[in-house]
């Protein structure tokens, strides 16, 4: 039997008519998925317990990209440049992440939001606008196509991240303007940019609990290494 990964769903309100409001995921996340051997199973938000039971279905969590974060889960103010944020997104993640925070055991890869989200479900914090808030900041929105790593990241030694990817220097694609700013307790940093902005982080005292900023989904059916963290993930979750 494959396993089961939980993928979480983007709310959207749309502008008018009946079918404006949806929930759905990018088509790279579900593809990478099964590339590597795993079946998709996509949680959208609904009440805490239905979430928990999904959950529970699941042998591992996707915690995908999306829009910002609100600073208010995290005590902060929005700041001018915060942009679109999404109070249905933000619950389904607060219960699914917390959901697999309490079993560790349970394998969880967040990417770009996701990254976000399991920073602050679990105390940390975030920049909300890196442009203006980080002194130096590199490009983090590209323009270049999303299969392209348009800057490098320095992956620490000894970290899960660098036992499927390496050590060093990391070439990765750019699509966030938000990042961890405190890392929360029980979490550790295994990989920066160039301007100290955080690209990667994990809890080290889980078989794999996972974080990156960058979006290994779009680079990863032309780049054997980024299609490598989803090999990782799946097998974790076996």
Known sequence: MKPRIGVLCNHTEGDSGPFAERQQVNQPYLSRIADVGGACLLIHDCADEEIASLIDLCDGLLVTGGSDVDPRSYDRQPHAKLGAVSPRRDHLDSVAVQCALDRPTLPMLGICRGIQSMNVVAGGSLVQDVDSQVQGALKHRQ?????FGTHDVEVVDGSLLASIVGAGRLSVNSYHHQAVDDVAPGFEVVARSEDGVVEAIERPDAPFCLGVQFHPEVMGDR????????GAFVDACR
Do not use: H
């Open 143 to 147: 323009q270049a196509p999303g299969w």
């Open 223 to 230: 780049n054997e290494t980024m299609l490598a963290i989803f």
